[in-house]
Structure formats: structure tokens, C-alpha cells
């Protein structure tokens, strides 16, 4: 009975895994929806790397570069182009997000593609320059609640981008009303609009944690809060969390996949094993250090439903400040 | 001496073998360039930024390769103005007046040593002050506001002018078209789409380095088809050397004198190497007045204008570095590169950058030398590649720029509208409207309108911040200074200028 009962597992056994054996064949494509040198650029490379090492795809990933509309080009290659590609995944990250909530792709959506999977994120930070008065994120956002105009912020993303929104989450969890009448400085970049933090010509600067760690490290930057659900690891972990301040703010710019949502069912499920597979792996968690990601995994089944609430939470947000009508 | 520890840092950088043959090679090719009537500095940085893409060479070594571009293109415009008394870039103009002369004499190999040694000695004096400018200009740089910057990039527009004023109205259309460029695509301090008609592809923007390799590059080979020179130039002969040491010795003051005057006009932004090598050639013919035989083969009239355009190259990397703000047209080709390789010019670049800055500055003193080295024995050599028929190097030209700008974004759509800017600039340099003032305009039009936006922000909308704080207000004098001065000294600049130059044909 014993014996029996046991070779019938190793049978079902052997069965799901020859189900679940699909894998691509030949060359995958990774498509970075920029330029080389990007963020998404170094998903696609440091992935596509990782999975060759690990043996988890059986040719080479190669890395197509597809710039425009701040991924908008890509997205609609996807969609339109390649919607049934067994072999194609396409780097993704909270500015995909953000732009689809703001409808900034014009005629398409979140559910257009089916979306893979979550490999870390980097969390944004709410700083000042070491000279300012604000010593912690209370006094900061008390500041801004008695007078909107007082604290002027600066980022790197356009007005809507990511690094405003992450000012109008955190006020808004703070208590502030008039979130509109906050003043955002935009910069091309976060190093542009930490200059100017470090300058004193502006009060506080809005960023993931990644940019500001050489202005961190030089003693000019003093950040008053990150924005995830707990303690960062390392060298970030005296960074305050602004949960812990009492003010429930999450940031966290994910950096993931998605792929065509007309692929095949046993491609899907293959990719999705994959990237869990990876971020397990001791290799990737060497990349995740080395380039300051830091660990952000939501469970494959909840990483689609995940995307889904950002771009909701996206959507009303950008609505409450009137930049979607 | 913490700048010296940054340097020894930079020259680690510099001496690698990589990168020293990319210095090498960028300092052959620059000097090549150079010497080719037609094409300046600026054509020559934009024709090897998208062979920096295709090679996909990290950030310094692209940068240092462009940078030797640079400075070899200022040592190979003097060949082809000595020569063949036609300018091989705009800076180089003022060396046809005595350089030619002497070369009708016999002298041409001793006006080209004469001359490679004093761009040595311009360029030296020019680094020199680059390293010991840059880094307190960066540290000052940091209490620049958006209100301070608006009036910085008011100056660069005003003066203007002074890079290719000879036509004032057209300068001012060429910045106009670069500002209109610059407007698509997504605005960033409000977020709203403008002029993308919906086409995906439009929405970040026009990329300047599009636009400058279109311009630069492909309006070139337009010409060259136009013209269909086929047949190259006839060989020219140099001649022997009979330079003597104490003739050299001479010239030491006039070289000193033109390489930080030189400097000095690189550093005023706008202004740039034609003005310095202009300034130099004069004060050299007031100090020596009549002990000199200027215009009729006066070696100090080859040394001061090529010392002082050397000098003016380096001059105009100090604003470009520490403020983001290019002093000369080759610069504002330079900082759409640096732009492209994800590095934020401004003063932060010396802290968050430093390997790369330092990189560059080592790479340009090593350059120099390497200039100096290429410039003596192998002068024969380029005076050779002076009867290369065109036709054989613009095929190569061209192809170089397509496969960059491929290599750079895969978009074929690119390409397209690379080849159409190539169009508008062959069409544009046929009306005599500049293509450098439209680069300019490309790049610090967003930069200006978004500092005016944030200072209205910072200050709640009151319009007197833009003059509120005393180097806010300094700013805006010397931008009235440098709109009216123009119009005043100008004529009479040119006046003289054209005087001195009444038979030589000048080609931009």
C-alpha cells in the first residue's frame, strides 16, 4: 500500500513537473524601455545575466533598448506588436505605473499585459540639507499644514511624476488638505534637484533612497524619512521609516516585468516561476546589493492585483490635485 | 592641494592604456578634422558622438575622446589657414593673416611648427587656468538659485552675438528654431504635452544629439554631393625647417600673453575661441605696433591668434563644467553628450562626477602633449590628408553617424529624423542662418524656461525675485552689456577685421 501510494506521488509528481517544463527556447528578448544606462536598462541586463547564470532560460537574454514616451513606446510595441510572444518580457517599474494611471499612454492600460513579477524596489526618502530646521518628518509636514506655500520640495520627475506623487502621499498621510498648493520644483534629475536642496535655495528634496547615498554619505543631506513599511537594511538602516513617525506613507519604486497578455498560459506561469526563482537565488541577491535594491517580492499571485491598487491609488491621487479630469 | 589630489586621481583615469589610446586617437582624428576647410570643431565632436555610441565606451573614455576631438580640432585649423589661407575652423581665421604670408615666403613648415608650438603653450596656459578656475567657480555655483541661473542662461542668450555675429537677425532666428525644437514633448514643470500631435515617439522630446549629429553631420554630406568635389586639392609643399631656437625664445611673451587672454574670453560664456584667437591677434599688434611686420608674415601674428584660440577651448570647458551653461558651440556639443550619458553637468559634477571631470582635465593636459608630438613630426602628414578627396571621407563620415544613432535608441524613427535635420541644415546653412546658435538654443531654452518657472514658485509668483539677490543683478548687466556691446564695438571689430583680411576668403 505503502509502496503503492508512494509510486503514485513520484508519477503525479513527474507529471507536473513535465506540465510545467515549458521553457523558451533559443533567444528571449528583454525589451528596457529606455536608453542604455537606465534603470530599466540595468533590469533587463542584470536579469537577463542572472538568468543565464542560473540556467533558467536555456539560450541567451538579449537586450533590446526601446526608448520613448517615458516607456509609452514599448507598451504599445507590446500591445500591439508582440501580443502573443512566448518570449518576450519587458522591463517595468512605479514610473509604468504612474504613467498608466495618468493615462499617459494614450488608449491603453494596466490590463493590457499580464505582469510578471516584482525583483526589488527602491524606496523613496523625503530629505533637507543639513543646515535646515526640520529635524524630523512631523515638523516637516506641521510646517506645511499651517502654511502649504512654506515648504517648497524639489525632485527629479516631471510635475505628476513619481517624485512629486511621493511628496502628495506622504502629506496626505500626514493630514495636509491642500495638497495642489504644495510648491514642487521639477528637476531633469535627482542630482540636479539635490543641488539646490544642498544649496538651501529649496527645503526639502523628494527621491528614492538610491540617488541621494553619495549625499548621504558627505554629511550635506539630512533624510527625515523613507518611505516603506519597515527599516531599511545596511547602511540605510537609521533612516526613520515615516510609518514610525506616525504618518502612513508607502514609495516603494518597484522595479519588475511584464510580458504580452495574449502569450500562452504555460509561457506565463514559466515566467512567473522564473523571477520567484531568481529572487530567491544567492546571485541575485548579490546584484540587489551591489546596486542599492533593496528586497520588494510580492507573491506571484498578488503581484498583478498589487499593480492594479497602485495605479488605482495613482489615478485618485493625480485626480485630488487636478492633473486627470 | 586638494585639487592636486583630484588631478593625480584625474591623470589615473587618463593614463590607462584604454583610455590613452582613445586621447590618441581623438587627438589624430581632431587635428585631421580640423585642418579639413569646413570643418570645425563642433562638426567634429558631433561626427564622433555616435561613434562613442557605437563603440558603447564607458562615460569618461567617451568623454575624453571628445575632448581630445576638441583640442585637436583647434591645432588643425591653423594647417589649412597657413597653407591654403582658408580657415580650417572659425577660430583659426585670424591665423591666415600672418600665416599665409609667411608661408608665401617659404616659411610654411616654420609657420606650422611656429604655430603647433603655440597652441601647445595656449592650451597649457588654458588648462592651467581651467584647473585652477573650475573648482572654486563649482563651490560658488552652489549658492546659484533658479533666479541666478535664469539671468546665467539670459547671458549665454544675450551674448550670442559674439560667437557668429555677423549677421545678428539671423543668430537671433537660429536661437528662436532651437528654442521652437526644444518646446516639444512633455513639459516638466506642469506635465502637459506640447506640440506631440499624439505620436508616442514625440513624447520625451527631441533628442540634441539628433539633432546636432542631422545638423553637423548630414548637412556636410549634403554639401559634398552639391559640390561633387571629386578631385582633392594638389599637394602642397612645405618646405624645410629653419626655425631657430632664439626665434622661438621670442615668442614666449607673446605666447603667455595669448593664452590667458584666450582663456579669459573662453571663459565669458558665449564668447568662445574666435573671439579669443580675435582679442589675442589685436593686443599682439598693439603691444609690438610698429617693431612688428604684422600682416606680411610676422611670426608673432601666427603665434598670438593660435595661442589665444588654444587657450579659449579650454577657457570655454569652465562654464560648461561647473555651471552647465556652454561658453562656445563645440561646449554646448559636449554637454548634450554628457546629458546623454545620464551625468548631470553643473557643480555637483566635481563631487558626485569627480572621476570623470578630472578624467577629462588630466586627458586634456596629456592631450596637449600628444597635439604637440603629433603636430611637429607628422605635419606632413596632414598636410598630405589635405589632397584626400572628400569623397572618399564623408561616405564614412556618414555611415558612422547612422550606425551611432541606431546603436543608440534602435528606433529607425530616429534615423529619419536625423536625416530630415540634415535637410533643414543644409537648407539653413544655405540662407547663412548659424547652426551653432540653434544647438544653443535647443538645449538652454528648457533650462531657462524651467529656472523662470521655479523661481515664480519659490518667490509665489513675483517677478522681482529674477532681480533680487546682488549676482542676480550682476548677471543682468552683463547680459545688457553683452546685447548692446556688440552693436557699439561690433562694426568696428568687424571694420578692422575685414581690413586685415581684405583678400582671404572666409568660409565658415
Known amino acids: 500500500m505503502m509502496i503503492k501510494r508512494t509510486l503514485s506521488f513520484v508519477a503525479m509528481a513527474a507529471f507536473s513537473v513535465s506540465a510545467l517544463a515549458w521553457q523558451p527556447s533559443g533567444k528571449v528578448e528583454c525589451i528596457a524601455p529606455a536608453d542604455p544606462g537606465g534603470g530599466w536598462d540595468f533590469t533587463c541586463r542584470s536579469v537577463g545575466n542572472v538568468m543565464q547564470e542560473l540556467g533558467l532560460v536555456e539560450g541567451s537574454v538579449q537586450t533590446v533598448n526601446m526608448a520613448g514616451a517615458g516607456g509609452g513606446v514599448a507598451f504599445a510595441h507590446t500591445v500591439s506588436k508582440r501580443a502573443d510572444d512566448d518570449k518576450l518580457i519587458v522591463a517595468a517599474s512605479t514610473a509604468t505605473t504612474t504613467r498608466l494611471a495618468q493615462k499617459q499612454f494614450p488608449g491603453m492600460d494596466a490590463g493590457m499585459v499580464k505582469w510578471v513579477g516584482a525583483l526589488g524596489a527602491d524606496y523613496g526618502i523625503i530629505a533637507v540639507s543639513k543646515d535646515s530646521e526640520y529635524q524630523n518628518l512631523n515638523q516637516l509636514f506641521e510646517a506645511v499644514k499651517a502654511n502649504p506655500k512654506s515648504v517648497k520640495f524639489s525632485g527629479g520627475s516631471a510635475r505628476g511624476g513619481w517624485d512629486h506623487l511621493k511628496v502628495l502621499i506622504a502629506a496626505k498621510a500626514a493630514g495636509v488638505e491642500k495638497l495642489p498648493s504644495i510648491p514642487y520644483l521639477s528637476y531633469n534629475n535627482g542630482g540636479e534637484a539635490m543641488t539646490q536642496v544642498v544649496g538651501g535655495q529649496v527645503d526639502a528634496f523628494t527621491g528614492d533612497v538610491s540617488e541621494a547615498t553619495g549625499f548621504m554619505d558627505s554629511g550635506d543631506l539630512r533624510v527625515l524619512a523613507v518611505l516603506s513599511e519597515e527599516r531599511l537594511p545596511g547602511k540605510f538602516s537609521h533612516i526613520p521609516t515615516a510609518r514610525e513617525q506616525g504618518i502612513d506613507a508607502l514609495g516603494p519604486n518597484w522595479r519588475g516585468f511584464y510580458m504580452p497578455e495574449g502569450a500562452s498560459e504555460e509561457s506565463k506561469e514559466y515566467w512567473v516561476a522564473a523571477v520567484d526563482k531568481l529572487y530567491a537565488s544567492e546571485e541575485w541577491k548579490k546584484v540587489m546589493k551591489s546596486n542599492g535594491l533593496i528586497p520588494f517580492h510580492p507573491p506571484a499571485n498578488e503581484f498583478e492585483s498589487f499593480v492594479r491598487q497602485q495605479v488605482q491609488d495613482i489615478e485618485t491621487l493625480s485626480r485630488e490635485i487636478g492633473l486627470l479630469k | 592641494?586638494?585639487?592636486?589630489?583630484?588631478?593625480?586621481?584625474?591623470?589615473?583615469?587618463?593614463?590607462?592604456?584604454?583610455?590613452?589610446?582613445?586621447?590618441?586617437?581623438?587627438?589624430?582624428?581632431?587635428?585631421?578634422?580640423?585642418?579639413?576647410?569646413?570643418?570645425?570643431?563642433?562638426?567634429?565632436?558631433?561626427?564622433?558622438?555616435?561613434?562613442?555610441?557605437?563603440?558603447?565606451?564607458?562615460?569618461?573614455?567617451?568623454?575624453?575622446?571628445?575632448?581630445?576631438?576638441?583640442?585637436?580640432?583647434?591645432?588643425?585649423?591653423?594647417?589649412?589657414?597657413?597653407?591654403?589661407?582658408?580657415?580650417?575652423?572659425?577660430?583659426?581665421?585670424?591665423?591666415?593673416?600672418?600665416?599665409?604670408?609667411?608661408?608665401?615666403?617659404?616659411?610654411?613648415?616654420?609657420?606650422?611648427?611656429?604655430?603647433?608650438?603655440?597652441?601647445?603653450?595656449?592650451?597649457?596656459?588654458?588648462?592651467?587656468?581651467?584647473?585652477?578656475?573650475?573648482?572654486?567657480?563649482?563651490?560658488?555655483?552652489?549658492?546659484?538659485?533658479?533666479?541666478?541661473?535664469?539671468?546665467?542662461?539670459?547671458?549665454?542668450?544675450?551674448?550670442?552675438?559674439?560667437?557668429?555675429?555677423?549677421?545678428?537677425?539671423?543668430?537671433?532666428?537660429?536661437?528662436?528654431?532651437?528654442?521652437?525644437?526644444?518646446?516639444?514633448?512633455?513639459?516638466?514643470?506642469?506635465?502637459?504635452?506640447?506640440?506631440?500631435?499624439?505620436?508616442?515617439?514625440?513624447?520625451?522630446?527631441?533628442?540634441?544629439?539628433?539633432?546636432?549629429?542631422?545638423?553637423?553631420?548630414?548637412?556636410?554630406?549634403?554639401?559634398?554631393?552639391?559640390?561633387?568635389?571629386?578631385?582633392?586639392?594638389?599637394?602642397?609643399?612645405?618646405?624645410?625647417?629653419?626655425?631657430?631656437?632664439?626665434?622661438?625664445?621670442?615668442?614666449?611673451?607673446?605666447?603667455?600673453?595669448?593664452?590667458?587672454?584666450?582663456?579669459?574670453?573662453?571663459?565669458?560664456?558665449?564668447?568662445?575661441?574666435?573671439?579669443?584667437?580675435?582679442?589675442?591677434?589685436?593686443?599682439?599688434?598693439?603691444?609690438?605696433?610698429?617693431?612688428?611686420?604684422?600682416?606680411?608674415?610676422?611670426?608673432?601674428?601666427?603665434?598670438?591668434?593660435?595661442?589665444?584660440?588654444?587657450?579659449?577651448?579650454?577657457g570655454a570647458l569652465v562654464p560648461m563644467l561647473t555651471l552647465g551653461v556652454p561658453?562656445?558651440?563645440?561646449?554646448?556639443?559636449?554637454?548634450?553628450?554628457?546629458?546623454?550619458?545620464?551625468?548631470?553637468?553643473?557643480?555637483?559634477?566635481?563631487?558626485?562626477?569627480?572621476?570623470?571631470?578630472?578624467?577629462?582635465?588630466?586627458?586634456?593636459?596629456?592631450?596637449?602633449?600628444?597635439?604637440?608630438?603629433?603636430?611637429?613630426?607628422?605635419?606632413?602628414?596632414?598636410?598630405?590628408?589635405?589632397?584626400?578627396?572628400?569623397?572618399?571621407?564623408?561616405?564614412?563620415?556618414?555611415?558612422v553617424a547612422f550606425v551611432g544613432i541606431y546603436s543608440i535608441s534602435h528606433s529607425t524613427f530616429d534615423l529619419y529624423f536625423m536625416v530630415a535635420f540634415g535637410v533643414a541644415g543644409y537648407f539653413l546653412r544655405k540662407l547663412e542662418i548659424p547652426l551653432v546658435p540653434i544647438i544653443l538654443g535647443l538645449l538652454l531654452g528648457p533650462e531657462m524656461e524651467k529656472n523662470l518657472g521655479h523661481a515664480l514658485i519659490l518667490s509665489d509668483g513675483s517677478w522681482s525675485i529674477l532681480w533680487g539677490s546682488s549676482l542676480a543683478v550682476g548677471l543682468w548687466v552683463v547680459a545688457g552689456l553683452g546685447l548692446v556691446l556688440p552693436y557699439v564695438v561690433g562694426p568696428l571689430l568687424r571694420r578692422r577685421m575685414n581690413a586685415a583680411m581684405k583678400e582671404s576668403p572666409v568660409s565658415d
Open chain 2, 327 to 399: 561658453g562656445s558651440g563645440t561646449t554646448a556639443v559636449l554637454l548634450a553628450m554628457l546629458i546623454s550619458l545620464n551625468i548631470t553637468p553643473g557643480p555637483l559634477m566635481f563631487t558626485q562626477n569627480a572621476d570623470i571631470v578630472w578624467g577629462v582635465i588630466a586627458a586634456l593636459l596629456i592631450g596637449n602633449v600628444m597635439l604637440l608630438l603629433l603636430n611637429i613630426p607628422l605635419v606632413g602628414f596632414f598636410v598630405k590628408l589635405l589632397s584626400v578627396p572628400p569623397m572618399y571621407l564623408l561616405p564614412i563620415v556618414t555611415m
Open chain 2, 1 to 314: 592641494m586638494e585639487t592636486l589630489g583630484f588631478l593625480m586621481e584625474g591623470f589615473a583615469v587618463a593614463l590607462t592604456p584604454y583610455n590613452l589610446m582613445f586621447a590618441l586617437f581623438g587627438a589624430f582624428v581632431g587635428t585631421l578634422i580640423g585642418c579639413l576647410p569646413g570643418l570645425g570643431p563642433a562638426n567634429g565632436v558631433a561626427i564622433l558622438i555616435p561613434l562613442a555610441f557605437t563603440l558603447g565606451l564607458p562615460p569618461e573614455t567617451a568623454m575624453i575622446l571628445l575632448t581630445a576631438v576638441y583640442a585637436g580640432a583647434m591645432y588643425g585649423g591653423r594647417i589649412s589657414s597657413i597653407l591654403l589661407n582658408i580657415p580650417g575652423d572659425e577660430p583659426a581665421m585670424m591665423t591666415c593673416l600672418d600665416g599665409y604670408p609667411m608661408a608665401q615666403k617659404g616659411r610654411a613648415a616654420d609657420a606650422l611648427a611656429i604655430s603647433a608650438v603655440a597652441s601647445f603653450a595656449g592650451g597649457l596656459i588654458g588648462t592651467i587656468g581651467l584647473i585652477m578656475l573650475a573648482p572654486i567657480l563649482a563651490k560658488f555655483a552652489l549658492t546659484f538659485g533658479p533666479a541666478e541661473y535664469f539671468a546665467l542662461f539670459l547671458l549665454a542668450f544675450a551674448t550670442l552675438g559674439g560667437i557668429t555675429g555677423k549677421n545678428p537677425m539671423k543668430t537671433v532666428i537660429a536661437a528662436t528654431i532651437g528654442i521652437m525644437i526644444s518646446t516639444v514633448g512633455i513639459d516638466i514643470s506642469t506635465g502637459t504635452q506640447r506640440y506631440t500631435f499624439g505620436v508616442l515617439e514625440l513624447y520625451e522630446g527631441i533628442d540634441f544629439i539628433l539633432a546636432i549629429v542631422g545638423l553637423f553631420a548630414i548637412s556636410e554630406l549634403l554639401f559634398f554631393v552639391e559640390s561633387r568635389v571629386g578631385g582633392g586639392r594638389e599637394k602642397i609643399n612645405v618646405g624645410k625647417l629653419t626655425l631657430s631656437f632664439k626665434e622661438l625664445v621670442s615668442t614666449i611673451p607673446t605666447q603667455l600673453r595669448g593664452g590667458v587672454l584666450g582663456f579669459i574670453a573662453g571663459v565669458l560664456p558665449g564668447a568662445g575661441a574666435s573671439l579669443g584667437s580675435f582679442i589675442s591677434y589685436t593686443l599682439e599688434k598693439q603691444v609690438l605696433g610698429k617693431k612688428g611686420k604684422f600682416g606680411e608674415g610676422d611670426i608673432r601674428g601666427v603665434v598670438a591668434p593660435e595661442a589665444g584660440n588654444n587657450g579659449a577651448s579650454s
